[in-house]
């Protein structure tokens, strides 16, 4: 007998992949992927979240090559902003772990998420010999820091409403083990 299919986990993930293209409109290159990052980590499966994550940096690349006017030699950024935000995935997924409670494991989750994705991005600019470290002074990476926690406690407050209404689990309590 086959299991029937719950529709709501891939709707889920298209609301939250059609908020990133409402940021990304607002944000351009600042989406706050580190934010989606954490929430992934916390509330979905790894191979969700990691969906997750690289189909807002595909949206965020639509949006800013169709409507942002991103130069056409930027597109191997897209390589980097996806491989910055696996990165992210993997480090909140191992942040989770620190605790039992949920504020502690949401802020952990959060904060390694925002520092593998920022610190991934550096090492892309410094392994290409760009040489344009200016994204990375204090104040561009305060900013970029304020909008993924502005984001990650929306997002926070979204699924938690969510899962209130019966729309996604309840997840946000720390899993036993590794990442499923």
Do not use: K
Request: hydrophobic share 60%; net charge positive.
């Amino acid at each position: 007998m086959q299991a029937s299919f719950d529709w709501r986990h891939p709707v889920w993930l298209a609301l939250l992949t059609a908020l990133s293209v409402g940021l990304s409109l607002e944000f351009a290159c600042a989406v706050p992927l580190a934010a989606f990052a954490a929430l992934g980590a916390l509330t979905m499966s790894r191979r969700d979240a990691l969906m997750l994550v690289l189909a807002i940096v595909a949206a965020n690349q639509c949006v800013g090559f169709a409507f942002l006017h991103y130069p056409a030699s930027s597109w191997p950024w897209a390589a980097a902003f996806g491989f910055a935000g696996v990165l992210a995935v993997f480090a909140a997924g191992w942040a989770r772990r620190v605790g039992y409670h949920p504020a502690a494991v949401s802020t952990c989750a959060f904060l390694a998420a925002f520092a593998a994705y920022e610190g991934g991005l550096c090492l892309i600019t410094l392994a290409s010999r760009s040489g344009d470290l200016a994204p990375y002074a204090a104040t561009a990476v305060l900013r970029i820091f304020i909008i993924n926690a502005a984001t990650f406690a929306g997002l926070l407050l979204a699924t938690r409403i969510a899962a209130g209404i019966g729309f996604v689990r309840p997840a946000l309590a720390p899993r036993a083990g590794r990442l499923a």
